[in-house]
């Protein structure tokens, strides 16, 4: 461990870090691919499939892995079984940070791992790079969620890109007036929805705070909500421990959320699409916007564990979930962007692709996507320490009191 | 006859009976390794765990001795907050659960036929063969803002408490409460009802009676119950994640350490104060005699 902190405190010195541009929209295209200062153990990607194992043990994030069982219209891994013959289990999870800890177990061969879980499972070696040119369909991905720096290091893809969406400001139509345009009615000390606002479990919600006060406290000069220096931080900590009385709860399984906004405990909070979408589908009056100060997001990739002895089924699955086919479904069913422009033909909606903007590089560079902070600012700044996901952690229970 | 005497079991059953100390081996070796390896053995990794750390980055455990985690515990007030949180709703759910369950229990022992009495230890025993998870959320719905608490109150001008440490403190009281009632019906059974008569022969209202007799017999068995109530309130975490609001109790801690940050040393860590805490509180109660109930 002590080599491998060495390690990192010496490529920050070599300067590595320019590259790490992070995630923020305006540096994004200047962002060299992968470099966030530090290596990953070497691993080699597979060179070419072998025989099918006859299973596949899938981690994912609710709706990515639908076999009939929750809603019998929604199933696209019983055609994959039947054309492969690789038995799919899944198991779901609930936060990227039990993503983590489960993929540690080792028993799962492929994960939909976001943004502030794929860097983690890259540094402590749980996940290998993936050859791309054995997914097929990885071709028609659209160029600009290629290589990126929570899916590769050092121009090595770590995955294939499945799809994106933001954290949504969510709210009751019928309780909440004007309509909010503004992370305001949850930040604001005279929010009228004390005590009925949701905000999300995790200490990844710090990002949410941190990009609201990049637009309403520009003197801080954050310039990316996942690297904050001690000032910074310190910020939006005080920004989220003054919301906490005014929040009812906070929320981490999407169902709870659903079930407060129904009965009316919950009428202003950061949702997923996927929950307003099931919350307005069982009669309950909600609408969602991205806000003006922007939103926290996702982009999600697969990839494949180290020690999975099922690669061929994982390649196999890697390429199916990506087919335009299999692509579409997930993204109309979780409501989000898909990552494979043949995909918009397919769905059952064909506005799905306008609505969630898909293929519009400017609207997804918006989003601030989910990213690991590390001690290295991913912002780029050299002469500053930034807090780690540790720290982050740390204060997330001090915020919740 | 020769034959069955000579038989290996007879001669193994002579040769156990010559040696006492080997029979009592075979006789405990089984329950002693169950406590030894898996209950105490997982209570002394846990312990070891607490010393360690874990790269931030990675994730990964590193086997390192050091005093950092307890000195984090320590000193960042919002541990203490949560314990003393934690300990005040552990003991306000004792105290209305020894409330409710008092009488309940001493109508079962005292007065109910016997027909009755079976009816309502079943009927004690009912919500224990229920999950706890539907159990916790129907309070859930119970409490919501529109749910069956306001309907109920609202015409008397009163609300729902709503989600946070109150909500947490009815719930763990009605889920802990077959806990508290079952000891102390056991330990008024055994109250003879000669006793209560020669109290009552001797001139004493009931009341003294109550006050006199019947409560410093059956405080043992209180005291049972609340070793249940008590402890498993102290380290439940679902309940005050389903209608805790924004509240947290040392058990989220514990939760938040291993499934958020991936920190297996530092749950470890804080899953020490409970075991503490609970170790005080045995050694308090072993005085009264409770422990002999048990």
Known sequence: MKNRKLALAGLLGAGLLVAACGTSGSNSTAAAPGGQGFTPPKLDALAQLGQLEGQVNVLAWPGYAENGSNDPAVDWVTGFEKETGCKVNVKAFGTSDEAVSLMKTGQYDVISASGDASLRLIASGDVEPVNTALVPNYADVFDFLKNRPWNSVNNVSYGVPHGWGANLLTWRTDKVSPAPTSWSVMFDANSPYKGKISAYDSPIYIADAALYLQTHKPELGIKNPYALDDKQFQAAVDLLKQQRPMVGEYWSDYLKESQALKSGDAVVGTAWQVTVNLTKSEGAPVESVLPSEGATGWSDTWMVSAKSPHKTCSYKWLNHIVSPKANAQVAEYFGESPSNPKACAETKNKAHCDTYHAGDAAYAAKIHYWTTPITQCLDGRTDVKCKDYGEWTRAWTEIKG | ?294
């Open chain 2, 1 to 294: 006859m020769t034959t069955t005497l000579d038989s290996p079991r007879r001669k193994a059953s002579a040769f156990l009976y010559r040696k006492p100390r080997l029979r009592l081996a075979m006789l405990l070796s089984a329950p002693a390794l169950w406590l030894g390896l898996a209950y105490l053995g997982a209570l002394a990794a846990l312990f070891v765990t607490a010393f360690w750390h874990t790269d931030v980055f990675t994730g990964q455990v590193v086997t390192e001795w050091s005093l950092d985690n307890f000195v984090t515990l320590f000193s960042d007030a919002v541990y203490r907050t949560i314990t003393l949180r934690t300990v005040g709703i552990a003991a306000l759910v004792t105290v209305i659960t020894a409330v409710i369950a008092f009488p309940m229990a001493f109508y079962m022992a005292k007065f109910a036929s016997p027909r009755a009495r079976r009816l309502l230890v079943i009927a004690v025993m009912t919500p224990l063969w229920a999950s706890y998870l539907v159990k916790a959320y129907a309070w859930r719905s119970m409490l919501s803002g529109n749910g069956v608490l306001h309907w109920l109150l609202n015409p008397f001008g009163l609300d729902t408490p709503g989600y946070g440490v109150l909500a947490t403190v009815i719930t763990l009281s009605y889920l802990w409460l077959p806990y508290m009632i079952l000891p102390i019906y056991a330990g008024l059974e055994r109250l003879p009802n000669s006793l209560v008569d020669a109290s009552g022969d001797l001139g004493a209202r009931p009341f003294r009676t109550l006050r006199s007799v019947v409560l410093p017999v059956t405080f043992p068995a209180v005291v049972a119950g609340s070793i249940f109530t008590f402890s498993l309130s102290l380290g439940d975490y679902i309940a005050v994640k389903i209608v805790g609001g924004t509240s947290q109790m040392l058990g989220n801690v514990v939760y938040d350490n291993i499934g958020a940050a991936n920190n297996l040393p530092f749950a470890a860590t804080v899953a020490t104060v409970p075991v503490v805490i609970m170790l005080a509180y045995l050694a308090a109660v072993r005085r009264t005699g409770a422990l002999d109930n048990l």
